[in-house]
């Protein structure tokens, strides 16, 4: 696997770093990662490092709900 220097892959370095963003939206899934104590990744990046690591970094199966009595 080959990877490309930033400025190969963004080019204008310094444009990409003044453009603007939604700070909310972006660290969104950084803020529920906190909250959950879960990584932050794609499915493929979460599924490779948990071959890796071997720890279980996917969310499990939910149980169901128990009956109520």
Not at 10 to 37: M, P, Q, S, V
Not at 53 to 60: D, F, M, S, V
Request: charge should be negative; hydrophobic fraction near 40%.
């Amino acid at each position: 696997m080959c990877v490309a220097t930033a400025l190969d892959r963004i080019g204008n370095f310094k444009a990409f770093l003044d453009e603007d963003f939604d700070e909310a939206f972006t660290y969104a899934a950084l803020r529920k990662a906190e909250t959950l104590g879960r990584p932050v990744g794609s499915k493929h990046w979460l599924e490779d490092m948990a071959a890796k690591t071997g720890y279980a970094l996917l969310p499990g199966k939910r149980e169901p709900e128990p009956k109520a009595i």
